[in-house]
Protein backbone atom coordinates (compact mmCIF):
# COMPACT_ATOMS: atom_id res chain seq x y z
CA UNK A 1 0.00 0.00 0.00
CA UNK A 2 1.41 3.63 -1.39
CA UNK A 3 2.19 5.97 1.30
CA UNK A 4 -0.55 8.52 1.60
CA UNK A 5 -0.08 12.17 0.69
CA UNK A 6 0.65 15.39 2.51
CA UNK A 7 -1.85 18.08 1.60
CA UNK A 8 0.46 20.11 -0.75
CA UNK A 9 1.93 16.76 -2.14
CA UNK A 10 -1.92 16.23 -2.91
CA UNK A 11 -2.14 19.69 -4.04
CA UNK A 12 1.00 18.91 -6.42
CA UNK A 13 -0.55 15.19 -7.51
CA UNK A 14 -3.91 16.77 -8.13
CA UNK A 15 -2.37 19.66 -10.49
CA UNK A 16 -0.63 17.43 -12.67
CA UNK A 17 -3.57 15.13 -13.44
CA UNK A 18 -5.62 18.07 -14.79
CA UNK A 19 -2.67 19.68 -16.90
CA UNK A 20 -1.51 16.30 -17.83
CA UNK A 21 -5.16 15.56 -18.78
CA UNK A 22 -5.94 18.74 -20.56
CA UNK A 23 -2.47 19.26 -22.14
CA UNK A 24 -1.15 15.51 -22.63
CA UNK A 25 2.05 16.19 -21.24
CA UNK A 26 3.88 17.37 -17.86
CA UNK A 27 4.74 20.68 -17.05
CA UNK A 28 8.30 22.14 -16.68
CA UNK A 29 9.40 22.99 -12.93
CA UNK A 30 9.07 26.39 -13.48
CA UNK A 31 5.34 26.01 -15.22
CA UNK A 32 4.84 24.24 -12.33
CA UNK A 33 6.49 26.36 -9.63
CA UNK A 34 4.64 29.62 -11.83
CA UNK A 35 1.15 27.47 -11.40
CA UNK A 36 1.18 26.86 -7.79
CA UNK A 37 2.85 29.68 -6.72
CA UNK A 38 5.99 28.37 -4.93
CA UNK A 39 9.73 28.03 -5.79
CA UNK A 40 11.15 26.12 -8.31
CA UNK A 41 12.99 23.98 -5.26
CA UNK A 42 10.08 23.43 -3.60
CA UNK A 43 8.25 21.74 -6.81
CA UNK A 44 11.14 19.56 -7.18
CA UNK A 45 11.29 18.51 -3.67
CA UNK A 46 7.52 17.67 -4.49
CA UNK A 47 8.07 15.65 -7.72
CA UNK A 48 10.86 13.69 -6.07
CA UNK A 49 8.41 13.24 -2.83
CA UNK A 50 5.92 11.44 -5.20
CA UNK A 51 8.32 9.38 -6.77
CA UNK A 52 9.30 7.84 -3.37
CA UNK A 53 5.78 7.18 -2.24
CA UNK A 54 4.84 5.75 -6.12
CA UNK A 55 2.44 8.11 -7.38
CA UNK A 56 4.35 9.18 -10.18
CA UNK A 57 7.87 7.83 -12.47
CA UNK A 58 10.55 10.13 -14.11
CA UNK A 59 12.28 8.95 -17.07
CA UNK A 60 15.37 10.11 -15.63
CA UNK A 61 16.77 12.17 -12.68
CA UNK A 62 16.45 15.53 -15.19
CA UNK A 63 14.06 14.45 -17.54
CA UNK A 64 10.98 17.09 -17.45
CA UNK A 65 8.76 13.72 -18.37
CA UNK A 66 6.31 12.26 -15.45
CA UNK A 67 4.07 9.79 -15.70
CA UNK A 68 1.01 9.09 -13.40
CA UNK A 69 1.08 5.49 -11.28
CA UNK A 70 -2.01 4.27 -9.98
CA UNK A 71 -1.73 2.22 -6.49
CA UNK A 72 -0.17 -1.33 -8.10
CA UNK A 73 2.28 1.37 -8.81
CA UNK A 74 1.16 0.66 -13.16
CA UNK A 75 0.96 3.32 -15.53
CA UNK A 76 -2.51 5.39 -14.44
CA UNK A 77 -5.43 5.43 -17.26
CA UNK A 78 -5.66 8.79 -18.29
CA UNK A 79 -8.58 10.92 -16.06
CA UNK A 80 -10.32 12.30 -18.63
CA UNK A 81 -11.71 10.67 -21.93
CA UNK A 82 -13.80 11.58 -24.82
CA UNK A 83 -17.56 10.38 -25.74
CA UNK A 84 -18.42 10.41 -28.83
CA UNK A 85 -22.24 12.27 -28.50
CA UNK A 86 -24.39 9.83 -31.55
CA UNK A 87 -27.80 12.01 -32.48
CA UNK A 88 -30.64 12.06 -30.04
CA UNK A 89 -33.16 10.54 -28.58
CA UNK A 90 -36.28 10.09 -27.21
CA UNK A 91 -37.39 10.13 -23.65
CA UNK A 92 -41.38 10.20 -24.98
CA UNK A 93 -42.58 8.70 -27.70
CA UNK A 94 -39.85 6.64 -30.23
CA UNK A 95 -38.28 8.78 -32.22
CA UNK A 96 -36.38 8.18 -35.45
CA UNK A 97 -32.73 6.82 -34.97
CA UNK A 98 -30.35 9.33 -36.17
CA UNK A 99 -27.11 8.10 -36.49
CA UNK A 100 -24.88 11.09 -37.39
CA UNK A 101 -21.68 12.09 -34.90
CA UNK A 102 -22.70 15.14 -32.91
CA UNK A 103 -19.87 16.13 -31.12
CA UNK A 104 -17.84 14.73 -28.16
CA UNK A 105 -18.56 14.88 -24.47
CA UNK A 106 -15.17 14.88 -22.21
CA UNK A 107 -16.09 12.83 -18.97
CA UNK A 108 -14.33 11.44 -15.75
CA UNK A 109 -12.55 8.56 -16.87
CA UNK A 110 -12.23 7.36 -13.13
CA UNK A 111 -15.70 7.28 -13.25
CA UNK A 112 -17.11 5.64 -16.75
CA UNK A 113 -14.90 2.77 -17.29
CA UNK A 114 -16.64 1.04 -19.73
CA UNK A 115 -15.33 0.52 -23.37
CA UNK A 116 -16.42 1.99 -26.79
CA UNK A 117 -19.10 4.56 -24.79
CA UNK A 118 -21.63 6.51 -26.50
CA UNK A 119 -23.64 9.43 -25.60
CA UNK A 120 -27.21 10.62 -26.91
CA UNK A 121 -29.06 14.02 -25.92
CA UNK A 122 -32.22 13.31 -24.45
CA UNK A 123 -35.59 14.51 -25.48
CA UNK A 124 -39.05 14.32 -24.11
CA UNK A 125 -39.82 13.81 -20.08
CA UNK A 126 -41.16 10.60 -20.10
CA UNK A 127 -37.89 9.47 -17.82
CA UNK A 128 -37.83 12.70 -15.60
CA UNK A 129 -38.93 10.49 -12.33
CA UNK A 130 -35.64 8.98 -12.95
CA UNK A 131 -33.51 11.71 -12.88
CA UNK A 132 -33.15 12.51 -16.30
CA UNK A 133 -34.71 15.43 -17.97
CA UNK A 134 -34.83 16.82 -21.29
CA UNK A 135 -31.91 18.37 -23.31
CA UNK A 136 -29.69 15.82 -20.87
CA UNK A 137 -26.72 13.62 -22.31
CA UNK A 138 -27.08 9.94 -21.64
CA UNK A 139 -24.03 8.22 -21.43
CA UNK A 140 -24.43 4.54 -22.57
CA UNK A 141 -22.29 1.35 -22.92
CA UNK A 142 -22.87 -0.62 -25.51
CA UNK A 143 -25.04 -3.71 -24.66
CA UNK A 144 -27.51 -5.72 -26.65
CA UNK A 145 -29.16 -7.53 -23.74
CA UNK A 146 -30.66 -6.01 -20.55
CA UNK A 147 -31.40 -7.08 -17.01
CA UNK A 148 -35.18 -5.86 -15.69
CA UNK A 149 -35.17 -2.83 -14.34
CA UNK A 150 -32.29 -1.29 -16.57
CA UNK A 151 -32.54 1.39 -17.98
CA UNK A 152 -31.55 1.20 -21.60
CA UNK A 153 -31.82 2.56 -25.15
CA UNK A 154 -33.96 0.28 -27.22
CA UNK A 155 -34.44 0.59 -30.94
CA UNK A 156 -37.49 -0.52 -32.30
CA UNK A 157 -38.95 -1.92 -35.39
CA UNK A 158 -34.88 -1.06 -36.64
CA UNK A 159 -35.65 2.87 -36.77
CA UNK A 160 -36.77 4.20 -33.68
CA UNK A 161 -34.91 4.62 -30.12
CA UNK A 162 -36.26 5.55 -27.00
CA UNK A 163 -34.50 5.49 -23.67
CA UNK A 164 -37.07 3.01 -20.64
CA UNK A 165 -36.59 0.87 -18.05
CA UNK A 166 -36.61 -2.68 -19.34
CA UNK A 167 -38.74 -5.61 -18.60
CA UNK A 168 -38.87 -8.98 -20.02
CA UNK A 169 -42.57 -10.69 -19.69
CA UNK A 170 -43.26 -14.25 -21.19
CA UNK A 171 -44.84 -12.79 -24.05
CA UNK A 172 -43.30 -9.64 -24.45
CA UNK A 173 -41.32 -6.63 -23.98
CA UNK A 174 -42.12 -3.65 -21.75
CA UNK A 175 -40.43 -0.61 -21.67
CA UNK A 176 -41.44 1.62 -19.25
CA UNK A 177 -41.41 5.32 -18.53
CA UNK A 178 -40.77 6.79 -15.41
CA UNK A 179 -43.09 9.35 -15.70
CA UNK A 180 -46.77 8.62 -14.52
CA UNK A 181 -48.01 10.92 -17.22
CA UNK A 182 -46.79 8.22 -19.90
CA UNK A 183 -47.98 4.76 -20.50
CA UNK A 184 -45.82 1.37 -20.50
CA UNK A 185 -45.00 0.64 -24.14
CA UNK A 186 -45.03 -3.15 -24.99
CA UNK A 187 -43.72 -5.17 -27.89
CA UNK A 188 -43.34 -8.31 -29.72
CA UNK A 189 -39.77 -9.81 -28.96
CA UNK A 190 -38.79 -9.40 -32.63
CA UNK A 191 -39.40 -5.66 -32.59
CA UNK A 192 -36.83 -4.49 -29.81
CA UNK A 193 -32.95 -4.38 -30.53
CA UNK A 194 -31.04 -3.22 -26.85
CA UNK A 195 -28.53 -0.79 -28.40
CA UNK A 196 -26.88 -0.20 -24.44
CA UNK A 197 -27.52 0.21 -20.78
CA UNK A 198 -27.41 3.63 -19.57
CA UNK A 199 -24.62 4.44 -16.81
CA UNK A 200 -24.67 7.99 -16.58
CA UNK A 201 -25.55 11.40 -17.45
CA UNK A 202 -24.52 14.89 -17.93
CA UNK A 203 -26.09 17.80 -17.60
CA UNK A 204 -24.62 19.93 -19.93
CA UNK A 205 -27.08 23.01 -21.23
CA UNK A 206 -24.17 24.37 -23.25
CA UNK A 207 -23.16 21.75 -25.38
Known amino acids: MRVELTPKQQQ???YLADRMAGQGSSPSLRQAAVALGVS??????LVSALAEKGYIRRDGRYSRNITLLNRD?????PR????????RVQAGLPMYAQQEWDGTLVVDGS?????NLFALRVQGD??????????????????????NGEIVVALIAKEEATVKRFFLHLDHIELRPANCNYSALSYG???????GKVVGLVRDRGF
Do not use: K, N, T
Open 12 to 14: FFD
Open 189 to 195: FGEVLIQ
Open 73 to 77: REVAP
Open 126 to 147: SMQEAGILADDLVICEPRQYAE
Open 111 to 115: QFRGE
Open 40 to 45: HAAVAQ
Open 80 to 87: WRQVPVIG
